[in-house]
């Protein structure tokens, strides 16, 4: 009896896990398990046992119902997977939905853009205190505390002790203390570009109270102001396009002597005359060459070296270059993504 119960288990068994779908399954259990199946009809045969043997083989029994029991659940959870398996079968060709990717600020991208475009001509990308000294962003820069010059360059000052030399701190209105904080820390030649957070009290369609500015020195003997002139028109050529050229118009700032704002021409009409520019040209910003007390408070003697400097404000260089025609700036910096995403 005990051989007959172990044929019949493995026989189960042996079919149960060549079984491909539940109906086979279904088939199988009634098969074994079912009121006249297999195991019931062994049963038949216990009459003629002695009550010992009875025992013995309803204990085989039962664990070979049991086991036939668990391979049949196990059996139809491996089809019932494979079956969804299937039904979830992808083709891999098929193109597929691009995963979101954001992207860098347009300020960002302005700033790398601006920089890569000085460095490439040997200028090296520094950056200095955004909360500043009055020395380093006026005072030596030819702007002392009563000069009226400073209304030009309204600023937040810091309300913290003053230093007994450099004076109260500010934030930088500009990024002309740059220029002062380079000499110090090198000796010519120069060739600094400084792309800072400025500071102004000023808030309308173009204007924010942050912005930014790159400032260039280049101080060398012998500096004059063709070479001014020249890396004017180098970043027009390659910032703004082949047929770009810059002016330079007679000013006044107190850092440099001559002073001078740079214009750009106009992309339309080159420098004649349209109706969107009018005079042909567009103002990029301030310029000149380094005022010699400028160089002195630098450390630097004057009659040896020279130098130029220009200052202009990342917002507006780059508005200007892109034809965003941006009626008002301050959606720069208040993060609205429906602003922001479309650039
Ligand atoms: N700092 C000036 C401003 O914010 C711009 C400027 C003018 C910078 C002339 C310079 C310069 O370096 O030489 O308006």
Redesign the pocket.
Known sequence: MAEKIINLKNEAIGNILEAKDEKELERLKILYLGRSGKINQLTKEFPHFSPEEKIKAGRQLNETKKAIEEALENQLSAVSNQLSAKEEWFDVTEPSIKPKIGHLHLLTEAIREISSVFEKIGFVRVRYPEVEWDWYAFEGLNMPSTHPARDDFESFFVDTPAHPKLGRMTLTP?T?NGQLREMERIKPPIRMINIARCHRPNWDITHTPTFH?F?GLVIDKGINISHLKGIFDYFAVNFFGKDRRTRLRPFH?Q??EP?FEVDINCPLCLGKGCRTCKSGWMEL????MVHPRVLENGGLDPNIYSGF???WGVERTYIMRSGLKLGDIRPLYESDLRFINQF
Do not use: K, V
Not at 285 to 288: A, V
């Open positions: 500009h002309s500015q400032e700032f850092f440099t002073s910003g301030g310029s000149g400097a220009f200052g």
